[in-house]
C-alpha cells in the first residue's frame, strides 16, 4: 500500500490567507520527504523537502513541518497567491529498497481572488 | 538545459497495438522512473531504474515492460494496449549518489487507449 497519504482532496482559501496541506505517512522508517506542486497538464515541480533528523525547513513563502512521533508533515504557504493554484503532493522513499518514490493522492488547492 | 524529455507528448492507440514511451534526461542522474497518473489521483509508480544495468517493478507494472538503454535514457513499453492503460504517463530521474535527493520529472505522455 501506499506510504504516504493525504488527509483532505480539496481546499479553498482566500488570497492572501495562509494554506497549510497535510500528509500523513506510515513507514516509520522514512527518512527523506518531498513536496511538489502540480499545476494542470505539467509535471510535478519540486518545492522543498525536509530530512527526519528535523522538524522544519522553511523556503520562500512555504514552510515544511515534521511531527515524527504521529508521522505527519504538513505544508504551509504564506500569503497565498493565485499562482499557487494547483494539486500538491507529498513523496517519500518509503519502499523497499528506498529507491521507490511514492506519492500521496493530492490536494488540489484552488485560491480565491 | 533540457533535463527530462518525454516523446510523444500525445498518442491514440487502438486496443491490442503496442508502442513505446521514449524518456531521456541530460542531468547525469543515476535513478530513472515511470509513473502513471489517472485522473483525480495521485502518480503510481510502474517501473524504476535505480542505476544503468537494473530495472524494478513498482506498484502497477502489470502490462508493461521497460529497459534502461544507458544511464540517460528509460522506456516504457506497452506490448497490447488496454483501455484500462489510458492515463497521462510521466519519467522522472534523480541523482540517488548517497544521499536523497528530489526527483525531476518530464511535462508527461498523454495516452489514450480506444
Known amino acids: 500500500g501506499e506510504s504516504v497519504g493525504l488527509h483532505l482532496p480539496t481546499l479553498s482559501v482566500q488570497e492572501g490567507d495562509n494554506s497549510i496541506i497535510n500528509c500523513a505517512y506510515s513507514n516509520s522508517a522514512s527518512d527523506y520527504f518531498i513536496w511538489y506542486k502540480q499545476e494542470s497538464g505539467k509535471g510535478p515541480q519540486f518545492i522543498i523537502d525536509i530530512r527526519s533528523n528535523m522538524d522544519k525547513r522553511q523556503g520562500q513563502r512555504v514552510t515544511v513541518l515534521l511531527n515524527k512521533t504521529v508521522k505527519h508533515l504538513s505544508l504551509q504557504i504564506a500569503a497565498t497567491q493565485p499562482g499557487d493554484s494547483a494539486v500538491y503532493f507529498c513523496?517519500?522513499?518509503?519502499?523497499?529498497?528506498?529507491?521507490?518514490?511514492?506519492f500521496g493522492k493530492g490536494t488540489k488547492l484552488s485560491v480565491i481572488p | 538545459n533540457a533535463g527530462v524529455t518525454q516523446t510523444p507528448k500525445f498518442q491514440v492507440l487502438k486496443t491490442g497495438q503496442s508502442m513505446t514511451l521514449q524518456c531521456a534526461q541530460d542531468?547525469?542522474?543515476?535513478?530513472m522512473y515511470w509513473y502513471r497518473q489517472d485522473p483525480g489521483m495521485g502518480l503510481r509508480l510502474i517501473y524504476y531504474?535505480?542505476?544503468?544495468?537494473?530495472?524494478d517493478k513498482g506498484e502497477v507494472p502489470n502490462g508493461y515492460n521497460v529497459s534502461r538503454l544507458n544511464k540517460r535514457e528509460f522506456s516504457l513499453r506497452l506490448e497490447s494496449a488496454a483501455p484500462s492503460q489510458t492515463s497521462v504517463y510521466f519519467c522522472a530521474s534523480s541523482p540517488l549518489q548517497g544521499a536523497k535527493t528530489e526527483a525531476f520529472f518530464g511535462q508527461g505522455t498523454r495516452l489514450t487507449v480506444v
Open positions: 513523496a517519500d522513499y518509503s519502499g523497499a529498497g528506498s529507491y521507490q518514490l511514492t
Open positions: 531504474s535505480a542505476s544503468e544495468g537494473t530495472t
Open positions: 542531468m547525469n542522474h543515476n535513478s
